[in-house]
Every structure is written in C-alpha cells, then in structure tokens.
C-alpha cells in the first residue's frame, strides 16, 4: 500500500483533532492544573512551615510567666498551622508549663492533642512519655499503662520500660517492676545518671 502523501497525512491529523479536540483540551488543562495546584501547595507548605517556626521560636523565648501570651501563640499554631511539626511541639512546651503550676489535666488535653496530631514518631513518644508520668503522679495507673504501651519509637525504649517498672511498682507488683527495670537498664548502652538512678530502683526492690 502506497504512504500516505503528506497532504494525506495533514488531513488525517487535522480530523483526528477534530474528533478530540475536547478530549486533549481538557486532559491539557487537567495536566496543567495538576501542576499549578501542587507548585500551589509545595510552596504554601514552605511558607506555613516557615511561619511556625517563627512562632515557635517566639513561644520559647517568652518568659514562662507570660503564660497567656504563649497560651494565645500556641492556639495560633493549633489552628490554622496544624499540619506544621511546631502545633505539636508547642502544645508539648504549653503542657509543661502548666504541669509546673500543677494544672494537670490542661497540661493532659495539651499532650493528647500532641499525640493525635503529630506527624513525628519521636514527638508522640514524647507527648505519651509525659502523659504516662502525668497519670502516674495523679493515681490514674490504667491509663499511665495504656499510653505507655503505645510509645514504640526505638529511643525511647529504655525511659518506656522505666516508667512502666514505676506503675507497676505503684501497683504493688514488684516483680513486674523489677522485671521492667531489668529490661530498661540492659537496653540502656551509656553509663550516666539514668542508669544509676534505674539501677537504684531495683536494688530498692531487692531479690
């Protein structure tokens, strides 16, 4: 079969197009809004990530009387820059200062929000660390146990098997604690305070 002449192959070209003109127009438009939209996004994400900094950095040289004032900034975060890591981190901050002035279940609701709103492995082992020692020094040894089982970050390994020694202990089950104590000093590798201080729990336990 002889080829197509050029002129041929123009028309061919011209009614294909014709056919689906729409159907190219929009998978076009489509392909470009796609890139607009996350060009858009990557560079809204910078911005808002970088404007959480900023706050954060401001919530953390306030002086921690100025409670209100880092109560208010930490709200900011909350709400309209959740999806940066720095909502999570000053809710943690928020939550200590109000563990300082023994305002315990505010400094909870602040660590819970942390947890279920981070994107950080490391930082929701750090909210369920300090929400496990909060329920711990309140008596609420159920849902100390309950947080600290869900902490799994590799580095927290060791403070997560000293404080589940400490609610067993307050459990009056020393051979768990001891047990749990054992474990956390074998999976401690350095030779600080920590170990003399998980080394002194057992020792205080005995055989």
Not at 12 to 41: H, P, Q
């Amino acid at each position: 079969m002889a080829l197509d002449t050029e002129e041929e192959q123009v028309e061919r070209l011209e009614r294909i197009w014709n056919s689906y003109k729409w159907v190219i127009t929009f998978g076009i438009v489509a392909l470009l809004g796609i890139y607009f939209a996350y060009n858009f996004y990557s560079d809204q994400k910078i911005k808002n990530t970088a404007q959480a900094s900023q706050l954060y950095q401001e919530i953390l040289i306030k002086k921690i009387t100025d409670i209100e004032l880092i109560k208010e900034k930490v709200a900011v975060l909350k709400e309209s820059l959740s999806n940066t890591p720095y909502a999570s981190r000053s809710a943690i901050y928020l939550s200590k200062l109000y563990s300082l002035e023994n305002k315990n279940e505010a400094a909870i609701k602040e660590l819970v929000w942390a947890s279920e709103n981070t994107s950080e492995e490391s930082i929701e082992s750090i909210a369920y660390y300090l929400l496990a020692n909060i329920y711990l020094v309140t008596d609420k040894l159920d849902e100390a146990m309950m947080v600290a089982l869900k902490i799994d970050t590799v580095g927290f390994q060791t403070l997560t098997k000293d404080i589940i020694g400490d609610i067993y202990l307050k459990q009056d089950n020393k051979e768990e604690a001891r047990k749990s104590y054992i474990t956390a000093l074998k999976l401690y590798k350095g030779q600080g305070d920590i170990r003399k201080v998980i080394q002194n729990k057992i020792d205080s336990i005995g055989q």
